[in-house]
């Protein structure tokens, strides 16, 4: 098959938060910047047993931007790691590499040419678990797909999990951890044929069975098939409403777009239909029987 490739910047934020509210656009908890790197200077990637690890430090850039010492043992950061599960270098890998079209930038390559997961699946991800005290969490990446990659136009099956990036409430695979629920961000192909990929949410919770069995039920997904992935140059603005931003161009969006709640995602100016639930209003904590001091 032709090799896959993902490049990245990473940037990490920890933010305190007070649970679901609608947006207000003033009095923002101002979060706690935990970690940054462009992977410049002695930033490397390290084997570890059979997954790999990054150590260093980008002093390009301000404090935090060491990867052990700000990451790895920072106290509400639980485990960083890169994981394969499965298959040897000539199948994947994870390296810092100079960034295609500019050599004075430096990037975090991901690369699969073949199923490095029981022949069957690609596996090659960031890993940030057993953290705690975190309510909010807020990650910035830069993300480039080289031109390769539109030949999984041609795969013949619909493709539902080519995952960018999830995010977990809590594990789903220990009998002993309730509330396991999943958010995915990734590229989807929506027929069985040769066709133009998308991006693709979905929410999911998971039910655990003994013997280790999951069953996955979504409970929301959005396909977005006004922006086609590597038809063009795409562009990805994050806007933090907790850090905010010195233009106030983040605020602005919110009456632009029509947002009550977050998170929310807009795409070629349209908010997607998962994100257009009105907020939290009297009237509905009326009709949940929470009806004290309204």
């Known amino acids: 098959m032709n090799n896959l490739s993902f490049v990245f910047l990473f940037v990490l934020f920890a933010l305190a938060a007070c649970g679901p ?83 004075n930038n430096h990037v975090l390559h991901f690369w699969l040419d073949a199923p490095n997961v029981e022949h069957s699946k690609g596996r090659i991800q960031g890993n940030l678990y057993n953290n705690s005290g ?28 080519l995952t960018i990036a999830e995010f977990w409430n809590n594990i789903t695979w220990s009998q002993s951890v309730p509330f396991g629920f999943r958010i995915t961000l990734g590229i989807g192909k929506p027929v069985e044929k040769e066709s133009d990929l998308y991006f693709i949410l979905d929410a999911q919770d998971c ?32 806007y ?23 998170p929310a995602v807009a795409i070629d100016g349209q908010l997607l239909g998962c994100c257009k639930n009105n907020g939290i209003t009297k009237e509905d904590l009326i009709n949940a029987g929470i009806t004290e001091k309204l």
């Not at 933090?240 to 977050?262: F, H």
């Open 21 to 103: 509210k609608q947006i207000a656009t003033n009095n923002f908890t101002e979060g706690e910047l935990i970690f940054q790197s462009g992977f410049e200077n002695d930033s490397k990637v390290i084997p570890t047993n059979n997954e790999a690890d990054i150590i260093g430090a980008d002093k390009t850039l301000p404090k935090p931007n060491d990867w052990v010492s700000d990451l790895d043992n920072h106290p509400n950061i639980g485990n960083f790691n890169l994981q394969y599960q499965g298959g040897d270098s000539s199948m994947r890998f994870a390296k810092i590499i100079s960034e295609p079209g500019n050599p």
């Open 134 to 161: 975190i309510k909010e969490f807020y990650q910035s990446v830069r993300m480039f797909l080289p031109t390769n990659f539109n030949a999984v136009r041609t795969y013949p099956q619909k493709i539902h999990w």
């Open 207 to 238: 039910e655990l069975f003994e013997g280790g069995r999951q069953k996955y039920t979504t409970i929301w997904a959005e396909t977005n098939q006004a922006v086609k992935v590597i038809e063009d140059d795409n562009e990805v603005t994050i």
């Open 240 to 262: 933090d409403l907790v850090k905010q931003c010195e233009t106030k161009e983040c605020i602005s969006k919110v009456e632009e777009y029509g947002i009550k709640r977050l």
